[in-house]
């Protein structure tokens, strides 16, 4: 029976929203602290060289420039921000298995690991490992011989920590149901324009669109009975909690 839970993402991308919201509570005293001396400055110079009304709308416009830079400026936060937006986006995108059967669940941690699993699903077509990379769209996957580039990354890079989080949970369930478990790894990608026609594969990763994921997982063979996703899909929910709460 495949796992529900509520909510419309079902916790996906907690663990980055999280990290967005520690990364920007960091250091915030010290970037009010600049911000008010700014404006206090700029309060104090044009009302000396001008008037007070003046020097009361210049420091407001200060303080909204410093804000609007620090926002631009903080990449680590966005970038944080953005991945658990992709995560989300995929979620949703994944949603339509459950009612096929599939077992869909998010941001799963890995047993002594800090690492965690963007989505998995387990299914009469096996289980498959997702990662979601949410870019920019002017980001271009191209291949070169047997080099593939993502903007200006090599796309082993890409690929090294789903490949990773996939022999960890095949060793995990192969453990508990004392069978080995095969897991396919998945790349989901939203923002740049991924080929339709022709799939794009790193070190045996397929590098997708994340609208093409759920298509992706469906179209295989029946690898899985009823009961071996039951067994999986039990095994995985007690051994992969959610990364956060």
Known sequence: ???SRPGLSDGAGSSAQERYRELWAEGRRRRLVVRAALTLAAFLVVGWLW???????????????????????????????????????TARMLRPLRRRGYTVLHDRALPSS?????????????????????????????????????????GDKA???????????AEVLG????????????????????????????????LLRASQVRGWITRGTGRLSAEEVARLSEAAERLFPPYTG
């Open 159 to 169: 690929v090294r920590s789903v490949r990773y989080e996939s022999r960890r949970v």
């Open 114 to 154: 800090r690492a965690n699993v963007d989505h998995l699903v387990i299914g009469s077509t096996g289980v498959f490992v997702v990662d979601t990379k949410n870019w920019r769209k002017d980001r271009r996957v191209t291949r070169r011989g047997r080099y593939v580039h993502i903007g200006g990354t090599w």
């Open 1 to 3: 029976m495949a796992v």
């Open 175 to 206: 453990r508990a149901t004392g069978r080995p478990v095969d897991v396919t790894p998945l790349l989901a990608i939203h923002g740049p324009n991924v080929p339709l026609l022709r799939v794009i594969r790193v070190e045996g990763v397929p």
């Open 51 to 89: 008037n007070w009304w003046a020097a009361a709308v210049v420091a407001a416009v200060v303080a909204l420039a410093d804000t609007v830079h620090r926002w631009r400026s903080h990449e680590a936060v966005r970038t944080w921000r953005k991945g658990a937006q992709g995560e989300r986006r």
